[in-house]
C-alpha cells in the first residue's frame, strides 16, 4: 500500500474526531473523502507564500484574487466542502436540540468561543493538525525501514511490553507508551531529521522594539523586523546533536544527559514553534504519534517496495508525498 496516502487518511480521521466529533471516514472508505487532500496540496503553495511574505497579504483583498485562491464553502469538494460540512456539524452542537458531549468542542462552547469562531477554529485544527502529523509517521517509517537495527531494537521494545501485560489491547494507553524510551527516541529522531514545517512562519517585533539574547551577545530588534528560524537548518546542526547530527541515530537521546539533553529537547521542540504562537495540538500530536508508531510496529513489518525510489516527497514549506509504496506482513497472523 501506499503508506504516504494511508498515514494522511489515517491523520485526517483522527482529527476530523477531534475537530468536529465525527471522522471523515477516509480510512474506512479508503479514498480522499471530499477531495479533502487533492484540495489543500493544490493551495498549499499559495498558503505558505502568503504565510512566509505577508507583505503580499494585500493581493487577496482583491475579490478574483480570493477566489482562485481560496474556497468560499460553496464548492462540492475539497476545502470549501470542508467549511460546509463544519458549519454542519458546528451547527448541529449549538441551538436547543443539541447534544451534550464530553469532547473538546463541548469544552471550546463551555469557554464561550462562539459558533462561527469554532467553525473557523475546527478548520484550522485540521488543517494544522493533519499534514503535519502525517509527515511524521511517512518519514520517520522511511528511516526506521531503512535502519534494521534500529527497527529491530524498537520492535523489541514494544515486543517486551506486550509479553510482560504493559501494553492494553487493541490500543496501548498514552501512559503506557511513555513507558518505552527506545520508541520515543525513535520519534524525536524522525522528527529532528525530517521537520514537518518547513516554511519560516515569521514573528514581527513589536513597534517599540526588543532585546534578545544572540550567542551571549545582548542584540536589539528594532520593531517591525520580521523574525523567522529555518527548521531543517537548526534540527541538523552540529553543536546541538552532535558532529553526527546528518544521520538517524535515536541513541543520541539516551546517551545525551542532563543540562546537553535539555539543549537538545528545547531545541528540537522548536517543530512545535515556541511561545505564545506554538502549536496548539502539540499534547494531542504526541499522543496521536506515540499511539499510532507503537500499534504499526506490534501488529505489522514493512518493507519498502522499490529502494530505488522509496517516495516522492516535495517541500514547500510544509511537505507534500505521495508514492510510499511499502509491502506489509502482518505479525500477529505468523
Ligand atoms: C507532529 C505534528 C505537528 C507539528 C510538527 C506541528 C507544528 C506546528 C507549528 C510549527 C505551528 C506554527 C507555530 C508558530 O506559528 O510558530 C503549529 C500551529 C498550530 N498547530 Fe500544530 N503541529 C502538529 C500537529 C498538530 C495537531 C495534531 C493539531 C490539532 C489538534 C495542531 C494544531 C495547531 C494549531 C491550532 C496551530 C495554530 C496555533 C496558533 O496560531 O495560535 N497541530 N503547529
Redesign the pocket.
Known sequence: MDLARKAQFFTLDV?TK?AFGEAFGDLEHDEDMYNYIQSTEEMLDVIIFLGTIPAFNWLISFDWVAKMAFPSGEEATGVGRLIAISQQLIGKRFGPKAALRQDMIESFIRHGVKEDELVSESL??VL??SD??AT?IRATMLYLISHPSTYRKVQEEIDAAVRSGRASSPVIRASEVQELPYLHAVIREG?RIH???IGT?P?VVPPEGDTVEIDGKRVFLPGGTNVAYNAWGVHHRKDVFGEDADAFRPERWLEAKGEKLGYMEKTADL????GK??????N??WM??NKVFFELLRSFDFAIVDPTKPWKSECSGLWKQSEEWVEITDRLAL
Do not use: D, N, R
Open positions: 482529527i477531534i484550522l485544527q494544522a493538525g503535519t502529523s511524521v522528527m521537520p514537518s514545517v512562519i514573528k517543530a512545535f514553534g515556541w504562537y506554538q502549536c496548539l495540538g502539540k494531542i500530536a496521536e504519534i
